[in-house]
């Protein structure tokens, strides 16, 4: 799921210094038009971007300048509307043709406007010459970045700084927390959406239609406020209304990718199926956190705490991929265990939102290699450089290392499970990716040592660990390694 409040950064420049290249790249799309020649007018383009777990909307901003009428004050004031509604700014400027004026006229809009920004020297076609290119923008005082966008040069280093300096508003939980509840039909989803509210609780905007359609509510809990979307029950495939069931399932899937929290309400009388079995694994595909709820305890025999085990059992069999998954037992009908549910789902949010300083990351990370060092991969060692942490929601980081396909799917899933342990993050999705450095001529310290870490380099490949042990390639054609 996207967040719902992203980081916004605009691309500003004169024509055809490649700022709609850049929007493609870090888009990874075309919609942004590309010509190679001034004077183009175009609309302002916003789309979302996501690298390395971080999730943030580029806009491009299209030519401020026009070759023959010079600075046009239409598109000036176009401009300076759009940056209002942005956390911070990337201004491109010419590297073949160096500094002009209209690139000052440019640096002050973006010093004026009072948000972060950096200056990207593009088309730069001889590394050698980047120095040179970018010595007199020094002068603004501001960080300046050298790059060719079209041999990808440098796309690393500003996806980076967007990172740090945008002003990031994943973490502001003002919100609330996106809820959804899955389950068979009949399970009691209904029921739960109305104890939930219940207890002093507001409704908001109720949303229906037909019986397939999802239900919005949004409600109070303590001092969180929560959006509820009760969706059709998944039933598995049948030639009955098939194109109901269709929809049912796609509005489903729909709910799942837009929530913080999902709730796989079962029927704690019924054996758990490989159907629900499916819905956890489709959760853990999409990186939500999962409660698993046991509903309709209040019709379980006498001895309720030999059913809560025989059902834990049950569980540890059927979701034995998942062996730490949330669960909680309610009763839909009396309220009984909701309270506690809630304020489970408050803890998993908050487990969300974590942000761990990178300092910390990287003295676990010591700690982890020196005890368990990674397995050879054919005659080199797999040597780690550094941890850092690159979004939430769920929380994601990145692992540098010198062979990344060196890191076996048992070690992946050893690290995933200590970092939980270490930082109080069980229960929630981990997206952990491993990237190769570039070969450099300078030679830094991997992680094994006590000197200082080295700071982030171009990247060549990245992979994702995945639940299921698979590298996933995320990213391999940004850089391509000497061979």
Not at 35 to 42: A, D, E, L, S, W
Not at 226 to 247: P, Q, Y
Request: aromatic share 8%; glycine share 6%; with cysteine.
């Amino acid at each position: 799921m996207l967040p719902h409040n992203l980081s916004r950064v605009a691309v500003i420049g004169r024509p055809n210094v490649g700022k709609s290249t850049l929007f493609n790249k870090l888009t990874r799309t075309r919609k942004a038009l590309v010509k190679n020649q001034p004077g183009v007018t175009r609309d302002i383009l916003v789309e979302s971007a996501e690298w390395w777990g971080f999730h943030f909307e580029m806009m491009d901003t299209g030519g401020i300048t026009d070759d023959k009428e010079g600075f046009s004050p239409l598109i000036k004031q176009q401009v300076l509307a759009a940056i209002e509604s942005v956390g911070a700014l990337v201004v491109i400027v010419d590297g073949r043709v160096g500094f002009v004026p209209e690139d000052d006229d440019i640096i002050r809009i973006a010093k004026e406007s009072a948000k972060p920004f950096l200056i990207v020297v593009n088309k730069i076609d001889n590394i050698l010459d980047a120095d040179i290119a970018t010595a007199e923008f020094y002068k603004y005082g501001m960080d300046v970045i050298p790059a060719a966008f079209e041999r990808d040069f440098g796309i690393d280093e500003i996806v980076e700084w967007i990172r740090i300096h945008a002003e990031s508003k994943q973490e502001e939980q003002s919100e609330g927390i996106r809820l959804c509840i899955i389950g068979k039909p009949n399970a009691g989803k209904s029921s739960l959406c109305n104890q939930f509210l219940k207890k002093e609780r507001m409704l908001v905007s109720p949303v229906s239609g037909t019986t397939a359609d999802s239900v919005e509510e949004s409600f109070e809990y303590g001092d969180q406020i929560f959006h509820l979307v009760d969706t059709a029950g998944l039933r598995r495939n049948s030639k009955r209304d098939e194109g109901v069931e269709r929809l049912s399932a796609h509005k489903t899937k729909e709910a799942i990718r837009k929530s913080d929290v999902v709730l796989l309400l079962v029927d704690a009388l019924d054996n758990v199926s490989v159907q629900e079995a499916r819905m956890v694994e489709y959760c853990i595909e999409q990186h939500k956190a999962i409660i698993l709820v046991a509903n309709k305890i209040d019709l379980a025999e006498k001895n309720i705490e030999h059913f809560r085990e025989q059902f834990r059992y049950q569980v540890a069999r059927q979701f034995h991929f998942f062996p730490d998954i949330p669960l909680e037992f309610v009763s839909a009908k009396t309220g009984k265990g909701v309270d506690r549910l809630l304020s489970h789902v408050i803890e998993l949010n908050e487990k969300l939102h974590k942000k761990i300083p990178t300092s910390k990351l990287n003295q676990f990370f010591m700690d982890v290699i020196r005890g368990a060092p990674a397995p050879v991969f054919g005659t080199k060692d797999v040597k780690f450089y550094y941890l850092t942490q690159t979004g939430q929601v769920p929380p994601s980081f990145i692992a540098f290392a010198n062979e990344p396909r060196g890191v076996t799917p048992a070690y992946r899933r050893f690290i995933s499970k200590r970092l939980a342990e270490a930082f109080d993050l069980q229960g929630v999705p981990l997206r952990i990716f491993v990237m190769k450095k570039r070969r450099s001529k300078r030679k830094g310290p991997a992680l094994d040592s006590e000197n200082q870490l080295e700071q982030l380099e171009d990247l060549a490949v990245s992979y994702e660990i995945g639940e299921n042990g698979d590298f996933e390639l995320e990213s391999s054609d940004f850089y391509q390694e000497e061979i």
